[in-house]
């Protein structure tokens, strides 16, 4: 591995680990970071380690944590009885919170939104706290499963490398 090879690997774990400070900092494209840095390093060694297989791979697992992320607030919510009020509220709240609470209001926008959203649907303040706390238990879950996804696309991304 030449000192070009070790600076472009260095490069790409460096976008990778940014994609996982994404996990924690919603404002940050966590898992498309990820295989951002995997598909730099594969163009610029032709594809010689990090093929177009492993690639696909990572665009796939991608897609779904981008899937799962989305739907994993929502998911909560329902479980802990969130009505459709809730349900608005989450998607309301997600983008109040995008635009006004930068990375906070990401985590606290959908929880807010659901709780009020459910007051004017008519819930009690248990019942919409409740909902509330589903959303907030479908962030948590989502980031882990996030979070299990990107390690392992960064083990393996350096396993091949290296392999």
């Known amino acids: ?26 404002i940050i494209p966590s898992i498309p970071l990820i295989w951002l840095g995997s598909f730099i ?6 594809f010689e380690k990090i093929t177009w297989v492993v690639l696909l791979i990572f ?4 897609i779904f944590s981008i899937v799962l992320e989305n739907i994993g607030n929502v998911y909560g919510a329902k479980k802990f009885g969130a009505t459709k009020w809730g349900i608005i509220g989450s998607v309301v709240g997600t983008g109040v919170g995008f635009y006004t609470g930068g990375p906070i209001g990401l985590i606290l926008g959908p929880v807010i939104g659901t709780i009020v959203f459910e007051f004017i649907g008519g819930k ?4 919409a706290l409740k909902s509330g706390l589903g959303n907030f238990v479908g962030f948590l879950g989502g980031s882990i499963l996030k979070f299990v996804v990107g390690l392992a696309m960064i083990i393996v991304f350096i396993w091949k490398v290296f392999a």
């Open 59 to 62: 665009a796939l697992l991608t």
């Open 1 to 26: 591995m030449g000192i070009w090879e070790i600076i472009l690997f260095a490069i790409s774990i460096i976008i990778m680990t940014a994609g996982m400070a994404g996990i924690i900092v919603p």
């Open 124 to 127: 009690g303040y248990k019942g």
């Open 41 to 46: 390093y594969a163009i610029f060694t032709h």
